[in-house]
């Protein structure tokens, strides 16, 4: 009885899948050779300028055991102090690489946390104590997803975009690693095709666009909450 509201409201917000990466990929090249010869500056741009797709990124793939020990902001640092230390022997091709190498990293870092995690369980020592789900990325208008209480409809993109987020991470996991190739990391239709095993690029369309419809009844259903 909701959805007609629920997606007039969507209808009227920014769009808080992310947004496309518009700075020609031979200016990230240059910065790479500039910061694998050294020079910092370039490095901590080149960093900036992928650090907020990697950061949703991260939110994505950390899933709930990780999440209960760090911020999605605690694996988007380390990630790059890794990325830092291994850069000389990084060869970039386009924007896509580029991510899929630091989605990499954080992956290892998010892997790394949960074995050091189960460790310390295992010994029966003390692990942190955080809140739950990002709490400072959510900024405390969208609890986490279990949560009782219902999102707020004045939402900010930043706070749209963690809703956003959320559901992807929902998404069953082949649905959820299409949409982070494609959406998140940007790679080609091809490479999609490839890794996805699609028989073709077409195929490879169909099945991404069969996943973002399953992403906005997801969104919906988030938000469809508020009316309850």
Known sequence: AH????LAILASMADPAPEPIDTPFEDSLELVGRAQKGEKGALNELLARYGERLRRIVRVKMGVE???????MDIVQETMIVAARKLESFEARDHASILRWLAQIAEHQIRDLIERERAEK??????????????QDLGGGIDPAGREESPSLDLSRREL??????????LPDGQREL???????????ETIAKECGAISTNAAKEMHRRALARLKEL????LGRAFE
């Open 3 to 6: 959805r007609p509201v629920v």
């Open 66 to 72: 990780a999440r209960r020990a760090a911020e999605s």
């Open 122 to 135: 295992r010994d029966g020592r003390r692990t942190r104590s955080i809140e739950p789900a990002d709490s």
């Open 161 to 170: 975009e963690a809703l956003y987020d959320e559901c992807v991470e929902e």
């Open 179 to 189: 949409v982070v190739k494609r959406d998140y990391e940007t790679a080609s239709w």
């Open 219 to 222: 969104l919906l259903r988030r």
